[in-house]
Structure formats: structure tokens, C-alpha cells
């Protein structure tokens, strides 16, 4: 299987991801993080699938990998779709409104508090269901008497978690709390 890693976005430190005005950590959220999630699931899932077939009567926790990593993938995806159509566009309008000076419509959900609160209870839930993976995984730990494909899933799967923290990490500390205050600074100075 190929690198799922994307290479094509740079990576930056936490202090250039902070100076990144909303609409460039927007981007660079779907560019690494959304386009990685999407191409690491297409290829886990196959994977996770052979390895259950194979591994299931020994490993009986494998099942329950498969079956947490599908609810994570389904409602991430999910997830994914909402900020791509709905929240990311909004975070672009406001900080076009606020580099052109223009008046901010209120969208049709009032707030951006709204839909981030939204964002917030589904991290938490990826969260808790991506916790025990890791916990049935015995923190990626794969058993001794395995093949080397289950040592590939649980890299994979520990790459996955990996990325899907530092993902949620950037949207709730740096992304969220500066969309919101940036739409309280616009909507205060139209007043």
C-alpha cells in the first residue's frame, strides 16, 4: 500500500498555524487533514477486513476495531462534510468581510457558535470511539503471534489516530476560537 501521508501540504509549527488567518487554516485543515482522513480510510478499511477474516478467531478484539474504526470513519466523514459545506465557507466569508470591509449577512444558522458547538460534540464522540481502538489495540500494540499485515493495520490505525488528534487539536484550540472571535469583532463593529 502507498504512503497515505500527504506530502504535497507544508507542514507548519503550532506558531505558524496560530498567525494563519480562519480562512488558511480552513484550507490547510481539508488539505491535510480532511484529504489524509479520506485516503487513510479507503485503505484501512480493506485492510482491517482482511485482517478480521484472518485473525478474528484468535483475536477476538479485532472484530471490535473493525467495527469502532467503520463508526469513526462513517462519522467522520460526515463531520468532514458539514465544515466543507457549511462552517468552512462561512469562516472565508468572514474573513472576506473582514479584509474588504463589508457588511456580515447573518448566515442562517445566527452564530457561528452554532455549528462549532456542533464540531466540538463530534470530536468528542470520534474521540471516545477512537479511545478504544486504541485500548483494543493495547495502544497499537499488535499480539506476538501475528502476520505482518496486522503489523501494517496497526500502524495505520495508529497513524490514523495520530493525525485525527493533531486535526482536532488545531480546529478546537486555534481554528474554532478564532472564527468566533472574529465574527464577534465584525458583528460588534457593524453595531
Known amino acids: 500500500m502507498e504512503n497515505i501521508k500527504n506530502t504535497s ?3 507548519f509549527a503550532t ?3 496560530e498567525s494563519m ?8 485543515v481539508v488539505q491535510k487533514h480532511h484529504q489524509y482522513a479520506i485516503k487513510a480510510i479507503a485503505q484501512i478499511k480493506p485492510l482491517i477486513e482482511k485482517v478480521v477474516a484472518m485473525n478474528a478467531t484468535y483475536h477476538p478484539q479485532m472484530k471490535s476495531i473493525k467495527d ?3 463508526l469513526i470513519s462513517n462519522e467522520l466523514q460526515l463531520h ?5 459545506l457549511v462552517l468552512f465557507p462561512y469562516i472565508h466569508k468572514l474573513v472576506s468581510a473582514d479584509k474588504d470591509g463589508t ?3 447573518t ?6 457558535k452554532s455549528p462549532v458547538s456542533v464540531m466540538l460534540t463530534e470530536h468528542e464522540t470520534i474521540g471516545i470511539m477512537a479511545q478504544k481502538v486504541v485500548r483494543l489495540s493495547s495502544g497499537f500494540k499488535a499480539p506476538a503471534d501475528v502476520n505482518d499485515t496486522v503489523l ?3 500502524a495505520r490505525l495508529k497513524e490514523f489516530d495520530e493525525d485525527l488528534q493533531e486535526h482536532v487539536r488545531l480546529e478546537n484550540d486555534i481554528l474554532f476560537p478564532k472564527a468566533i472571535e472574529l465574527e464577534q469583532k465584525l458583528l460588534f463593529a457593524s453595531e
Do not use: A, H, W
Open 9 to 11: 501540504v507544508i507542514e
Open 15 to 17: 506558531s505558524d498555524l
Open 21 to 28: 488567518n480562519c480562512s488558511q487554516l480552513s484550507d490547510y
Open 68 to 70: 469502532y474504526f467503520r
Open 80 to 84: 468532514m462534510q458539514k465544515e466543507e
Open 103 to 105: 457588511q456580515l449577512t
Open 107 to 112: 448566515p442562517g444558522f445566527g452564530s457561528i
Open 152 to 154: 501494517e493495520l496497526y
